[in-house]
């Protein structure tokens, strides 16, 4: 459940995000989201390894929580660029 919230809340900042900024810095915005995103991310995978987690467990699962938000993020870019 912890995962999909975390997907959730990824998806709502990246649309925000993007929606918020003006046209010309829509491409600092994706730049900017992707970088909090993944400070985000290597939070939550240190607090699952403190918690008797692997490492091999946690990033399949943190790879979902980083790639679904950031790819949404850079396709509403390109998508909003042409």
Do not use: D, Q
């Not at 730049?31 to 390894?49: E, H, K």
């Amino acid at each position: 459940m912890r995962t999909l919230i975390l997907i959730a809340a990824g998806l709502i900042l990246a649309l925000l995000s993007l929606r918020i900024a003006p046209a010309a810095y829509r491409g600092w915005a994706a730049v900017s989201f992707t970088v909090v995103w993944l400070g985000v991310c290597a939070w939550n995978l240190s607090t699952g390894l403190s918690h008797g987690y692997t490492l091999a467990e946690e990033l399949p699962i943190h790879a979902v929580l980083f790639g679904v938000p950031v790819a949404l993020a850079w396709v509403l870019h390109r998508r909003r660029k042409a």
